[in-house]
């Protein structure tokens, strides 16, 4: 059975987001958290526990995220995360960022086998919390992987997510499916795919490409068109009859719900831009669309700047 899983998307997919996004689409079994770093401090931010409190994430499906290059660290947010009632911490070794990547974490970790190899020794032996691993191919090449994966084999992980890209490419170029299928090859762990699904079309054309994986995680994608998982799940390319309705109902849910929780009109106008930048993608003139977003500088602006374009919106579908 197909399942799909939001994958993380820091700034986006908070649980504000995903309350939204679970009310009024659906077609998401599983939602990863953005993910938790330490910064050598031995706290959680604020920020990070009113995400992932139960409380705020009622009815909804949540594994929390960590990103590190040290056992201790782990194994503290591995206990902070349990205290939450959570049963597995996913390890990120994907994040391509240099301020990261730098440091030796998230896919600039990739290539130090030993190292990782270490934690999880540590982790398996010190904590009973499931691990599952969301990674790149590699950060320099595509063959890093490879190296690692023998190792992986040897934990009982509950499965790799890999993200079909190298670190140095940040996200640009395409993904590299002959890589993917590499590693499939190379392990014998769960896999899940990610990378590029933005359509029914292109999860199709995954989905024939790796006939054996059945869990496939979404990340831009799902944030640019919020019908795609549930259109995926019930095989279909059609959006609802209303589709602007649904639409207008998740933007005014996160829009109000960031209104309270952010302080004054200028971090509310950014974040809403932020969102813009994908959601205007399924609009029929993205362009024209932002535009309009990144023009208005006012509350009242704004107001007027969706109400026009999804006026113009229900006009043309
Ligand atoms: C703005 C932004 C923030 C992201 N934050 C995270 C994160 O916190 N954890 C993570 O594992 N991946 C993060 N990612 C990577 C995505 O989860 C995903 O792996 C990547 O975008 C490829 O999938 P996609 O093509 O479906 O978007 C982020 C990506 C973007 C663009």
Known sequence: MTKLYSSPLQGFTDFRFRNAFNTYFGGID??????????????????????????????????????????????????????????????????????????????????DSEKIKQILDRVHSESDISVSMKMRLGYENSEEILN??????????????????????????????????????????????????????????????????????????????????????????????????????FHDTLYNGYSESLSGASHLLLKMYHLWEYFSVIFSNPKKALKKIKKAKSIRAYDSAVAEILKTERLLT
């Open 30 to 111: 599983t939602f990863y958290s953005p993910y938790i770093r330490l910064n050598g401090k031995r706290t959680i931010k604020a920020s990070y526990e009113r995400d992932l409190l139960p409380e705020n994430n009622a009815g909804i499906e949540v594994i929390p995220q960590i990103i590190t290059n040290d056992a201790d660290e782990f194994l503290f947010v591995s206990k902070y995360v349990q205290s939450l009632g959570y049963k597995e911490l996913n390890w990120n070794l994907g994040c391509p960022y240099p301020m990261v990547t730098k440091c030796g974490m998230g896919s600039g970790l990739i290539n």
């Open 148 to 249: 690692v994966l023998p190792i992986l084999d040897t934990f009982p992980l509950k499965n790799i997510a890999i993200h079909a890209r190298i670190g140095k490419q940040l996200y640009k170029g395409g993904v590299n499916l002959d890589g993917f299928q590499k590693c499939i090859d190379a392990s014998n762990h769960n896999l899940y795919y990610n990378g590029d699904i933005t359509t029914v079309k292109s999860f199709k054309e995954m989905q024939l490409r790796f006939p054996s994986i059945d869990h496939w995680m979404i990340g831009r994608g799902l944030i640019s068109d919020p019908f795609l998982p549930n259109m995926i799940k019930t095989n279909t390319t059609a959006y609802p009859e209303n589709k602007v309705k649904i639409f207008k109902e």
